[in-house]
């Protein structure tokens, strides 16, 4: 069983910083890619940002590139997205996903996916 677990959600002022974290455990995190996705209340959950398995491709929603950086440490089995100049269009519940192929592809929906954490930033 893949466990998908995120952390560093909160509130912040328009223009700050959060860092999300996502721990995973249950198979070889190493040899798949990982993601974040968010959901604004009454939205469609929308793709954010993914790593491939060594780190080597990154991909990014258009909105959020140069503000976002989404990074890995496979030793702690851990992904990361560090948010920065934050805008209340970021407010969304966002979750990490996990692949099961070693790059980011769009034809389906990863199979595996945390609980989300809660991004609140107010104007």
């Known amino acids: 069983q893949v466990q998908l677990v995120e952390s560093g959600g909160g509130f912040v002022q328009a223009g700050g910083s959060l860092r999300l974290s996502c721990a995973a455990s249950?198979?070889?995190?190493?040899?798949?890619?990982m993601g974040w996705f968010r959901q604004a209340p009454g939205k469609e959950r929308e793709f954010v940002a993914a790593?491939?398995?060594?780190?080597?491709?990154?991909y990014y929603e258009n909105s959020v590139k140069g503000r976002f950086t989404i990074s890995r440490d496979n030793a702690k089995n851990t992904v990361y997205l560090q948010m920065n100049s934050l805008k209340p269009e970021d407010t969304a519940v966002y979750y990490c996903a996990g692949y099961s192929t070693r790059y980011y592809h769009d034809y389906s929906p990863p199979p595996y996916w945390g609980q989300g954490t809660q991004v609140t930033v107010s104007s």
């Open positions: 790593i491939s398995w060594s780190s080597t491709s990154l």
């Open positions: 249950g198979r070889t995190f190493s040899n798949y890619a």
